[in-house]
């Protein structure tokens, strides 16, 4: 038991104790809380909707006296409005869109953050490699000179600002080396356990790689993340319009069955007894009442012989209910005259948010094809000022050019150093210029979508292609 425990330790701790991969910094991606809100997001819209027919049902309940002898039940259905349902699925497929797209740019601006500090550190970690170089080319330089210090050819001068350049030199690898630990503690805000960074080079494409990449330019289309945004925020708004104006259309303001019930026990009502009333059995007992009322003077026995066939008495007297069961049911139906109504400007309001919503849409892609376009032609002028510079280190250390030039130089060392140093000025402008050149090219990813590619695992080479 103890064995394996130190077996997964040490499995943990090798784990915990890797380098920083390229692979590594781009899965990070998915552990960010962006990252995971809007995966929330398009799952909870992408799962299907069951779209009623109805806007809502109620259970209407009516007590028609405090007797409770009486109550009326009624399912009252208040229907969609005529095209309200497909308006409902046309805004539901929008809003899914929509959210697809949003997760697709959060992805992309996830990625361009851990892409752009990766490059970043490369290329100052290359910076910093020629700045040393160039810093011993310089010491070299410093030292040949006091060694002429005591012939005629010495000049003081030079001595002076070669030592001000090696101050300079220092303080620039000085600054990379801050810039470097800076941008490592940075990217441990992603993977905070790492052991080193180990950021492979050949992970980065090479120039004429970026060229090649956007040789024919770059067309911009509705896969784009951003376009796919501006469309699905487009359709979002025509179909909230549309559904919108389909609630105008409510002819049918609802539709009801019910059931009316008596409880006959319950049941009660005042009547006028006449003479005929009285004579029936149900109302017999109330007879003696009506005789005594009557009678002349109010005398009841063997004298009152003459009644008032016109008088009445007034009882609370039982009800039954006498209907049909087919009666007992009853039907709802209010129906909304629109001729008459002042609610008309529904269909002009629909259509200023179509135009709205289109208008837009027309101005984020113009955007993103103006922005597109810029960078794809920066990144290609810088790229051809990138070549300019190596082509001329690459001649400057090629063997046979180097000869020639110490021959005529007549082997005067400042001045080998002095074609060395100019070399690797070169490089570190390249090397300077480099970053300007992926700047812009990771911007561009960000633009087309390259960034968004979740077929992919280096975006720098595969997202634009």
């Known amino acids: 038991m103890k064995t394996v425990s130190l077996i997964s330790l040490a499995l943990t701790a090798a784990a915990i104790a890797s380098p920083l991969t390229w692979e590594r910094l781009v899965e990070s991606a998915k552990d960010d809380p962006r990252y995971q809100a809007a995966e929330k997001r398009a799952e909870a819209t992408a799962t299907d909707r069951n779209l009623k027919l109805w806007d809502k049902i109620e259970l209407r309940y009516q007590l028609d006296g405090f007797s409770f002898a009486k109550h009326d039940f009624e399912l009252r259905v208040t ?46 970690k290359k910076i910093n490699e020629i700045n040393k170089q160039l810093l011993q080319v310089n010491s070299d330089r410093i030292e040949v000179l006091h060694l002429k210090s005591g012939s005629a050819s010495f000049n003081a001068e030079d001595l002076m600002t070669s030592l001000e350049k090696n101050a300079s030199l220092k303080s620039s690898i000085l600054s990379d080396s801050t810039a470097l630990r800076d941008a490592e503690l940075k990217l441990r805000i992603w993977v905070p356990d790492f052991e080193g960074v180990d950021l ?22 509705e896969n784009f993340p951003l376009v796919a945004l501006a469309k699905g925020k487009r359709d979002s708004d025509v179909s909230k319009a549309k559904q919108d104006a389909s609630k105008d259309r409510n002819y049918i303001s609802h539709l009801g069955i ?64 006498d209907r049909k069961t087919s009666d007992k049911f009853f039907v709802n139906l209010a129906i909304r005259l629109p001729f008459f109504d002042s609610n008309k ?35 290609l002028a810088l790229i051809g000022q990138w070549k300019v510079l190596k082509d001329y280190a690459e001649q400057v250390n090629a063997s046979g050019f180097m000869e020639q030039f110490a021959r005529n130089a007549g082997s005067d060392p400042l001045l080998l150093l002095r074609a060395r140093e100019s ?17 812009r090219y990771l911007s561009l990813l960000d633009y087309a979508g390259g960034l968004a590619r979740q077929d992919v695992a280096n975006h720098l080479r595969e997202g634009i292609r």
């Open 200 to 221: 492979d080079t050949n992970f980065i494409p090479t120039m004429d790689e970026l060229a090649e990449f956007l040789k024919d330019g770059v067309n911009v289309d």
């Open 258 to 321: 019910g059931y009316s019930l008596q409880i006959e026990s319950l049941m009660e009502k005042y009547k006028d007894l006449g003479y005929s009333d009285i004579s029936k059995t149900k109302y017999s007992k109330y007879a003696d009442e009506w005789t005594k009322g009557a009678c002349v003077g109010g005398y009841i026995g063997e004298d009152c012989i003459r009644t008032d066939p016109g008088y009445v008495v007034r009882k609370l007297v039982p009800e039954t209910d």
């Open 79 to 124: 229907p969609q409005a005529f095209g309200e349902r497909a308006a409902d699925k046309e805004h539901f497929e929008a809003v899914k869109n929509y959210q697809q797209a949003t997760f697709a740019v959060e992805r992309s601006i996830l990625l361009y953050d851990r892409y752009e500090r990766g490059v970043r550190y490369v290329l100052r």
């Open 345 to 379: 400007d529904a269909t002009l309001r629909e259509q200023v948010a179509v135009l709205d919503a289109e208008s837009k849409y027309l101005d984020d892609v113009r955007e993103v094809n103006q922005k597109v376009a810029r960078l794809t032609e920066e990144v």
């Open 423 to 439: 070399a690797l000025e070169s490089d570190l402008k390249a090397a300077k210029l480099e970053y300007d050149i992926f700047a």
